[in-house]
């Protein structure tokens, strides 16, 4: 069961058009995340938001952003893609991540194909 | 920095029983995570260990070693719906979750 659903699931497009990766939690949980996973490597934390405010940026190209409304929405806006950023988009939350059991509730991702 | 290995690929036979390791260095350590991941589905947790020890939940068991840097992950009675990637993860000081590659376990009849 997952209570973190991701639209669309798989998304095609070209290097100069512009996009939008929905995320919504029905957990009640107070922060999301961006995950991006490629093929036989480690997932990659790209942003993470509590309680609507940004609290994490790993270091992530610009022509990614992220848009968090309220505590159940999470967007990521992508603009001018490169071919490399063909990925799994992976959208979780959590309670509390402050908290050392805090588990992570994961969406079914968002498969991503730049042409 | 900071690092998580695992075998990237295994192969068990239905009804045996298979153990997928986890050795890791990281800053600091505030617990050790497991993940299933079926194929385009998005990964669902199966265990959490901060204490030396086995932790046993039905068919799946997790242990870890602090000392030691390690964790293993233990399925038994393997049924073709066990066919899955299995991710390991720590999370370090600052609790940031770590993430190692993910192991993929294939399942023959």
């Known amino acids: 069961e997952t209570g973190v659903t991701q639209t669309p699931r798989h998304l095609v497009m070209g290097m100069t058009n512009k996009k939008s990766l929905k995320c919504e939690q029905h957990?009640?949980?107070?922060?999301m995340y961006w995950y991006k996973q490629s093929a036989k490597k480690p997932l990659e934390l790209m942003f993470v938001?509590?309680?609507?405010?940004?609290?994490e940026n790993n270091s992530v190209p610009s022509r990614f952003s992220p848009e968090c409304p309220n505590s159940s929405h999470l967007f990521l806006h992508l603009h001018t893609l490169q071919p490399e950023d063909s990925a799994l988009y992976l959208c979780?939350?959590?309670?509390?991540?402050?908290?050392?059991?805090?588990?992570?509730?994961f969406g079914p991702g968002t498969r991503l194909t730049v042409l | 920095g900071q690092n998580i290995d695992q075998p990237t690929e295994m192969t068990a036979t239905e009804g045996a029983i298979v153990q997928i390791n986890c050795t890791y260095q990281?800053?600091?350590?505030?617990?050790l995570f497991w993940y299933q991941q079926h194929a385009g589905e998005a990964p669902t947790f199966l265990s959490y260990?901060?204490l030396d020890g086995l932790e046993e939940k039905g068919r799946f068991s997790s242990f870890l070693s602090r000392s030691k840097g390690y964790s293993y992950l233990l399925l038994k009675e393997l049924q073709m719906k066990d066919s899955a990637s299995y991710l390991c993860?720590?999370?370090?000081?600052?609790?940031?979750?770590?993430w190692g590659a993910g192991t993929k376990l294939i399942i023959k009849p």
């Open positions: 979780a939350s959590s309670q509390d991540p402050g908290r050392p059991t805090d588990t992570q509730y």
């Open positions: 957990l009640g949980h107070n922060a």
């Open positions: 938001y509590n309680f609507k405010e940004q609290t």
């Open positions: 990281t800053s600091g350590f505030n617990g």
């Open positions: 260990n901060v």
């Open positions: 993860a720590v999370l370090d000081s600052n609790y940031q979750l770590i």
